[in-house]
């Protein structure tokens, strides 16, 4: 280390330029590094971990086969609405179907964000948190459907599907315990709440009891918040907006499945005005939505500038390196004439590079930690928010920061490496003469 140092002291001229050149790029990479990196985790680390089993799902839409001007205007009535339960009933008796839901929306239907309101515990309505209301169907299985997993001390899910207290609702996981502290809410009363008008208070619109509480599920892919909050239709039926949701027996393929009935749909899932008219599994609902979201060129755009940037980090702190390592050919010429080795000569050279590295990375960190200091805030990756997790790295200051600020070392001491390597291996395998010719 001592001889690192002497070296790095001895040319420090030309190691000052790099040195100051790393730590510029350290300050400008670092909020696009921690942006990515949050965004990354959010999206592919942090599924939650009740999140219910989707490749034996399937869902489908009804379709209505009277003409548009002879319904339009009109209410679907109960003999007409019995066509639905035909249906449901006919594959229910399918042998590959383990349950079937008629539900109003359904978990990532449309990946669109439900509606949102706040909640805060009855007693305490400063404590608030936005969640994502979503209704569904009494007496329709709709949580033992979706797979949702219920926690330690709430009724099942079969029993929240049957019917719950009027002024009922269940909740997930993350959400009890950011209101309670604890996942043992069953019975507890929330507060729906809003700011007023001139934003001086808090206004309630209406108290639930918490009927039962289910593990954290992703209600829409782009959006990472465990808080959902499912509401029991009380006042409406199923009619000609239904939607239903089938899960099959886990021996069956669910691909398999739906290649094999959808021919048939049109056929033997009809009855009275009503037509089964899609059905697909859950990963292809999926993929459609992904292609009309857009979602995948949005984030390629997005990259972009991110792309360029590395670039030309990459090229200009090649040419930084090559153009020093150029100078210093002459000593590298005389290292080998007394013996030096190849291996020796590189090694020193990438030890010198790490040592550089770490020095004005630390220094560059240092000098985004002050504008982080003064009220920039750390990403959050638009994508994961106020997960609520108090374990999660994301939402606490210091891992977060250091976190970030190593895989920016980590990335700039690649680079760095790289930059090092190439120019470096060139000199070492040419000969001591050749070496001292060239200066």
Not at 36 to 54: I, L, M, N, Q, R
Not at 95 to 118: A, C, H, N
Not at 206 to 231: C, Q, S, W
Not at 246 to 259: G, H, I, M
Request: a neutral charge.
């Amino acid at each position: 280390m001592r001889t690192i140092l002497k070296n790095l002291w001895a040319h420090r001229k030309q190691n000052g330029w790099i040195f100051v050149e790393i730590i510029i790029i350290t300050a400008l990479s670092w909020f696009m590094v921690d942006y990515v990196v949050v965004s990354a985790y959010g999206t592919y680390f942090c599924v939650p971990e009740g999140d219910f089993e989707k490749d034996h799902l399937c869902v489908g839409k009804f379709g209505i086969l009277r003409g548009a001007s002879e319904s339009e205007g009109k209410v679907i009535t109960q003999e007409e609405r019995e066509g639905l339960y035909v249906v449901k009933n006919k594959l229910e008796n399918l042998p590959e179907v383990q349950s079937v839901s008629l539900v109003r929306d359904y978990i990532g239907k449309d990946f669109r964000t439900y509606l949102w309101e706040t909640m805060a515990p009855a007693d305490d309505t400063l404590k608030t948190i936005g969640v994502a209301n979503m209704e569904y169907y009494q007496n329709e299985k709709f949580f033992e459907t979706h797979g949702l997993k219920t926690v330690e001390g709430s009724p099942s899910a079969e029993e929240l599907s049957r019917e719950i207290p009027q002024d009922g609702l269940v909740i997930t996981r993350s959400i009890a315990k950011m209101l309670f502290g604890t996942d043992q809410a069953v019975g507890k009363r929330v507060a729906r709440v809003r700011p007023t008008w001139t934003g001086d208070g808090i206004l309630v619109s209406g108290y639930n009891t918490i009927a039962g509480v289910v593990e954290d599920v992703e209600e829409n892919p782009h959006e990472r918040y465990p808080y959902v909050a499912f509401y029991p239709c009380l006042y409406s039926v199923p009619s000609y907006n239904c939607n239903l949701i089938l899960r099959l027996k886990p021996s069956v393929d669910a691909e398999e499945f739906v290649k094999k009935t959808l021919p048939t749909l049109t056929d033997e899932f009809r009855a009275g005005i009503f037509v089964l008219n899609t059905l697909e599994t859950y990963w292809q609902h999926y993929d459609q939505q992904m292609k009309k979201d857009n979602s995948t060129m949005t984030n390629q755009l997005a990259s972009i500038p991110l792309v360029l940037f590395c670039i030309n980090v990459m090229l200009g702190t090649l040419g930084t390196f090559w153009l020093q390592l150029r100078k210093r050919r002459e000593d590298i010429g005389i290292m080998r004439a007394f013996g030096a080795s190849r291996r020796r000569i590189f090694a020193m050279l990438l030890a010198e590079g790490t040592v550089l590295t770490a020095l004005a990375t630390f220094v560059g960190c240092f000098i985004w930690f002050q504008f982080v200091a003064s009220g920039i805030s750390l990403s959050d990756g638009n994508i994961y928010g106020s997960s609520g997790r108090e374990s999660d790295w994301i939402t606490q200051f210091w891992p977060h920061f250091l976190i970030v600020s190593s895989i920016v070392y980590l990335l700039i001491l690649i680079v760095v490496g790289i930059a090092i390597a190439l120019p470096a291996w060139g000199i070492c395998r040419k000969k001591v003469v050749d070496v001292l010719r060239e200066n």
